[in-house]
């Protein structure tokens, strides 16, 4: 099964400062990747898939990046709405696997 | 507006059967363009993908739950439904419905807002 490790486990960011969340897998996804964003109480929404791709209505401070095992998140200049919980998740190897997490909470 | 609502009792014995249903709104089940699907989170883990299937009662499961897992799809009623027999305390758990993106393995394009599933006697 491949193993998604994101880092680092909490960020601490003041708003309208630049965040960048890694993730890495233990082997090649070529660019299949997503990202989700999830606060409390509240579903997962997905971010970004293709690595690069934002989804519908997602604003364009948030970008991804990366290709094969190293990707990243980064949100160029922190809302007080970006404050959340972030998921990366593989759907290049079967079943698909998740990460386990970066908080992002305020400095 | 798409909204996805799982449902189902909150809590279920060991050895039992969890049963959850997902209410569809603001999209057809029917579209080709998707399958529905199920994941979970047990407290302090990882997500984990359970289980999607189509319109046409296509299925695909995640093997380490799959002996154990059984989707089903109401077109009449634009819902999908979800049995994980002979649970444990392992399979406590948020379980969200979302709709899935499906090429060779599954993302997720829309989620529901989940329900916590506790295996308790």
């Known amino acids: 099964e491949i193993v998604m490790t994101q880092s680092p486990a909490t960020l601490s960011v003041s708003p309208g400062e630049r965040a960048t969340l890694s993730c890495r897998a233990s082997r090649s996804l070529r660019s299949n990747l997503a990202w989700y964003q999830q606060k409390p109480g509240q579903a997962p929404r997905l971010l970004i898939y293709?690595?690069?791709t934002r989804a519908t209505g997602i604003p364009a401070r948030f970008s991804g990046s990366g290709s094969g095992t190293e990707f990243s998140l980064t949100i160029s200049s922190l809302q007080s709405e970006d404050f959340a919980i972030y998921y990366c998740q593989q759907y290049n190897h079967w079943p698909g696997t998740f990460g386990q997490g970066t908080k992002v909470e305020i400095k | 507006q798409l909204q996805l609502q799982a449902s189902g009792p909150g809590l279920v014995k060991p050895s039992e059967t969890l049963s959850l249903t997902c209410a569809v709104s603001g999209d057809s089940i029917t579209s080709t363009s998707h399958y529905w699907g199920w994941i979970r989170q047990p407290p302090g883990k990882e997500l984990e993908w359970i289980a999607s299937i189509n319109y046409s009662g296509s299925t695909y499961y995640n093997p380490s739950l799959k002996s154990r897992v059984a989707i089903s799809v109401d077109t009449s009623k634009n819902q999908f439904s979800l049995k994980l027999s002979s649970v444990t305390a392992a399979d406590t758990a948020v379980y969200y419905c979302?709709?899935?993106?499906?090429?060779?393995?599954?993302?997720?394009?829309?989620w529901g807002q989940g329900t916590l599933v506790t295996v308790s006697s």
């Open positions: 979302a709709r899935t993106i499906f090429g060779v393995v599954p993302y997720f394009d829309f």
């Open positions: 293709g690595a690069s």
